[in-house]
């Protein structure tokens, strides 16, 4: 399985936010950090507090923290949330629905089957366990704070 840029961007705020507490940190700091585009972070952040993972405080001093701890957020759910819409293959629903096979065929049993195992595998971590228990992530996305 492979999640698309926008799920491994979504971690990578989640992390930098479970990494630096309480905290609230700017788009923009998190861009740097990262080296991506705050712009394209900007709607992943909003996406994230749409679903409840991120709290946003607008305003002078204002910024986004993990709305609440990290080891209540499974990496599972984040994941599903981002990627949901996205069929894996096109006789999955969403797909282009173009397979002639589709019928009779038992690939799509297979790979439900394995996209399953592997939201699974995911639901068994939460964004504690990816930021936190990771001294040299965490020493890096808490490098330079002020």
Same mark, same amino acid.
Request: glycine share 10%; hydrophobic share 45%.
């Given at each position: 399985?492979q999640?698309?840029? /926008?799920?491994d961007? @979504?971690?990578r705020?989640?992390?930098?936010?479970? &990494?630096?507490?309480? %905290?609230?940190a700017?788009i923009g700091?998190?861009? @740097? %950090?990262?080296?991506?585009?705050g712009?394209?972070?900007? $709607? #992943?952040v909003?996406?994230?507090? !749409?679903a409840?993972? =991120?709290?946003? =405080? /607008?305003? !002078?001093?204002?910024?986004l923290r993990l &709305? /609440? +701890? +990290?080891d209540k957020?499974?990496?599972?759910a984040?994941?599903?949330h981002?990627?949901?819409g #996205?069929p894996p293959v096109?006789?999955?629903p969403?797909? +282009?629905? $173009?397979? *002639?096979?589709?019928? +009779?065929c !038992?690939? *799509?049993?297979?790979?439900a089957?394995?996209?399953? @195992?592997?939201?699974? =595998?995911?639901d %068994?971590?939460?964004v504690h366990?990816?930021?936190n /228990?990771n001294?040299e992530?965490?020493s890096f996305?808490?490098a330079?704070? %002020?």
């Amino acid at each position: 399985m492979q999640l698309t840029d /926008r799920t491994d961007y @979504a971690f990578r705020v989640l992390m930098y936010l479970a &990494a630096n507490g309480e %905290r609230l940190a700017t788009i923009g700091e998190i861009a @740097a %950090r990262y080296g991506i585009s705050g712009s394209h972070l900007t $709607k #992943i952040v909003w996406e994230l507090g !749409r679903a409840g993972f =991120v709290e946003t =405080v /607008r305003g !002078r001093g204002g910024g986004l923290r993990l &709305a /609440r +701890a +990290a080891d209540k957020i499974p990496v599972g759910a984040v994941a599903r949330h981002m990627e949901q819409g #996205i069929p894996p293959v096109e006789c999955f629903p969403g797909g +282009a629905g $173009k397979c *002639r096979i589709a019928p +009779a065929c !038992r690939y *799509r049993v297979v790979l439900a089957e394995a996209e399953a @195992a592997f939201f699974a =595998v995911l639901d %068994r971590y939460n964004v504690h366990d990816l930021a936190n /228990r990771n001294p040299e992530l965490r020493s890096f996305l808490t490098a330079d704070r %002020r």
